[in-house]
């Protein structure tokens, strides 16, 4: 059974840091693009970051480069993304998801993953003053 756990979230100030996890088992984590999503209250689910375990190649939406860094640690079956200079609007529920593969969609707007998709439950991030 493919199981994904996120961790890390919790509160925190605006301009402050996060950093998730994103622990994967039961699939063969070489061959997945892992990805990082957010759902902020009223709004669609977003693709934020995105990175190909076997070559990691990185990819990341316009609203968080160069503020969130995703990395992995394939040792560890492990996904990272580090969030720095945190803002109120990234205030969401972040889920990773497992796919075949990642891109970037509408001119780099948002990350889309693509092919076999396996979710996590997600984890809870309050950027508040």
């Known amino acids: 059974e493919v199981q994904l756990v996120e961790s890390g979230g919790g509160l925190v100030q605006p301009g402050g840091s996060l950093r998730l996890s994103c622990a994967a088992s039961g699939l063969s984590f070489d061959d997945y693009a892992i990805g990082w999503f957010r759902r902020a209250p009223g709004k669609e689910r977003e693709g934020v970051a995105c990175i190909s375990t076997n070559d990691g190649r990185t990819y990341y939406s316009h609203s968080v480069k160069g503020r969130f860094t995703i990395s992995s640690e394939n040792a560890k079956n492990t996904v990272y993304l580090q969030m720095n200079s945190l803002e109120l609007e990234d205030t969401a529920v972040y889920y990773c998801?497992?796919?075949?593969?990642?891109?970037?969609?509408?001119?780099?707007?948002?990350?889309?993953?693509?092919?076999?998709?396996?979710w996590g439950k997600g984890t809870l991030v309050t950027v508040s003053s």
């Open positions: 998801a497992a796919h075949t593969g990642c891109t970037l969609y509408s001119g780099g707007a948002e990350v889309l993953g693509y092919g076999e998709d396996y």
